[in-house]
């Protein structure tokens, strides 16, 4: 043998026999043991094999949880099949049991026991019926619901004593009624002029009620009324008995003896008249002679609050009429007695509402100046209640006012004045014999009206775009000029101009006069100006900012005074209340103290 071929020998490894495993797959040999399982076995104590075979179980214990969780099966279907036949036979026994039962008896009603119940059942029926004698709807499922005042927390003020739980519906029903009048008392004047209605119907041998108002529009869809006879029959009856509500009382300055400090005025806020309206209250009135706060707006509804600020229930609204499609701008009382109410909006037409027959009439036009008056949102009623003053929509050389007869509604004249741009504003005199017709352009004329002519012109010094103009002071003034004392004339630049009339003359008439003062305190356009009926305190507002309202004291308003954007100012006719309102629909309500 060469030496390579030892060498080849000796490189290539020796041919071995394949492992041999434990078990081999289609073999009947038994395994092979290695050595090392039969060591570890024999490793292994009692206690060790006993943890083993609680962790990882063992064939015995495997096959005996198993039967025990078929027999636990087989136990819970054999109950429930039993418990559905026992239901079915329950079931079947009930139905041969009704069978001869009345369709009432067949359902009751699950409730507590009859003695912890505050009404008993025999009671209920009578109870109903006194409760309910004039309701307009009876439910009989009342006497049957069971209500509980332990459970809910804003139910327990209704209980009569701690310990009560359940109450009976008619008996909750009671309950709630009994609590909303102690929050809100019925107002004397409703319990007196209910009264007084159950006399007259007990007289008359029936119970018809009297119709609210008698609206008589052209159009159906032109006019509602939202009332009710509890607030429009008491109305009528209060204005034709002056006992019935408080009547204002004549202001001690009449005669001389009440007069407002000069230093600071005396003034004290009290409750709101209403609540928030819809809308801005454009339009504020008193009542000539009783306690009555008129008042209109956007909403299209005008307003009558009685004002009485002493609780428990201040200012209560009397009644409201509602006109479809109108927003209202203007409403007054028809002087002298106030019986009546003229409103109107941007509209060909007014309304004339009679308080005492509740009637609403409609004036469609002005005949014959139908051209001239395509508005007649703008209306002022002379004091002494003969005349009604429009301002009209030509602007054609001017502007001009038409005037009518209050009661007939028919043109009487009308009067023009030579002012670019058209009427500012108007004011009657105090004798309502006249009227000072203010144009935009400062021009102002003097019209009487038994002359039914112009009789005095002058001009407003340094008019800059007048915007109103408003008479105040009582019976010291010019006599043939409607014995007015002061006039103020208010422009767009907010300045304020007054003028005393004591020495004016018709016949000699200065032609550029001289104010007597003038107020610098509005920075924005003059929208309201208002004197006090005995001509000691003026109010001065501009609408086109908030809380701008000024009066000549200094101590008031204050920065913290609620006023808002004023739309409306009144007085009262004794001078002693001032009703302010703003866009938000609030009426304000001050007294003024001397």
């Known amino acids: 043998m060469s030496r390579v071929d030892e060498i080849s020998q000796i490189s290539r490894p020796a041919e071995s026999t394949p492992p041999t495993f434990p078990y081999e797959r289609g073999s009947d040999s038994s395994p092979v043991s290695s050595g090392f399982e039969s060591d570890d076995q024999d490793g292994k104590d009692s206690l060790e094999l006993e943890l083993e075979k609680a962790v990882f179980g063992d064939d015995s214990g495997f096959h005996q949880r198993l039967n025990e969780h078929s027999r636990r099966k087989d136990s819970q279907v054999l109950s429930t099949t039993q418990r559905n036949d026992l239901q079915t036979r329950r079931e079947r026994q009930e139905l041969e049991n009704i069978q001869d039962l009345e369709d009432a008896d067949l359902f009751v ?86 009264h007084g209605m159950d006399i007259e119907r007990s007289q008359r041998g029936h119970s018809t009620v009297t119709p609210v108002l008698d609206q008589r529009p052209e159009s159906d869809d032109e006019m509602s009324v939202d009332s009710d006879a509890l607030s429009s029959a008491p109305l009528a009856k209060f204005l034709q008995n002056p006992s019935s509500l408080i009547q204002q009382q004549p202001s001690t300055s009449q005669s001389g003896k009440r007069k407002l400090r000069s230093e600071v005025i005396d003034i004290q806020q009290t409750k709101d008249v209403g609540g928030a309206q819809p809308s801005a209250v454009t339009s504020l009135e008193f009542h000539p002679h009783h306690a009555i706060l008129l008042s209109s707006g956007p909403a299209s509804t005008v307003s009558l609050h009685h004002i009485s600020p002493r609780p428990p229930n201040p200012n209560p609204l009397l009644t409201s009429l509602h006109v479809r499609s ?90 023009r004045v030579e002012s670019k741009g058209g009427v500012a504003d108007f004011a009657w005199w105090r004798d309502g014999n006249g009227m000072t017709v203010l144009g935009k352009g400062g021009e102002a004329v003097e019209w009487e009206g038994k002359q039914k002519k112009i009789v005095a012109r002058w001009v407003d010094e340094g008019a800059v775009g007048t915007t109103i103009v408003a008479m105040g002071g009582r019976g010291t003034g010019a006599k043939d000029l409607g014995n007015d004392r002061w006039v103020a004339v208010g422009s767009s630049s907010g300045i304020v101009n007054v003028y005393d009339r004591k020495n004016w003359e018709a016949q000699d008439m200065a032609a550029n006069p001289k104010p007597v003062r003038a107020f610098d305190q509005l920075t924005t356009p003059t929208s309201h100006l208002t004197f006090s009926p005995d001509g000691q305190l003026m109010v001065m507002a501009s609408r086109w900012k908030r809380d701008a309202l000024r009066i000549v004291y200094k101590n008031w308003p204050t920065s913290s005074t609620p006023l808002g954007r004023i739309t409306a100012v009144a007085f009262a006719p004794n001078s002693e209340m001032v009703a302010v309102a703003n866009e938000q629909g609030r009426i304000r309500l001050w007294e003024l103290r001397a």
Request: positive net charge.
């Open 109 to 194: 009603l699950d409730s507590a026991p009859s003695g912890q119940l505050v009404t008993k059942t025999s009671n209920l029926e009578s109870q109903a019926s006194k409760d309910d004698a004039g309701a307009a709807w009876y439910d009989s499922d009342d006497e049957r619901i069971v209500v509980s005042l332990q459970n809910n927390p804003r139910l327990r003020k209704l209980r009569v004593y701690e310990d009560e739980d359940l109450v009976n519906g008619v008996e909750y029903r009671k309950r709630l009624r009994r609590q909303f009048e102690h929050l809100n008392p019925v107002p004397r004047w409703a319990i007196q002029s209910s």
């Open 326 to 415: 109108t927003s209202l701008a203007t409403s007054s009382f028809l002087p002298p007695d106030g019986s009546k109410v003229l409103f109107a909006g941007r509209r060909r037409y007014f309304h004339s509402w009679d308080l005492e027959t509740g009637r609403v009439d409609k004036i469609s036009r002005v005949h014959g100046h139908e051209g001239e008056q395509k508005s007649m949102e703008r209306f002022k009623l002379s004091p002494c209640g003969r005349w009604m003053g429009l301002v009209g929509s030509q602007r054609k050389g001017g502007g001009l006012i038409n005037v009518l007869d209050a009661n007939t509604k028919q043109w009487i004249g009308e009067v």
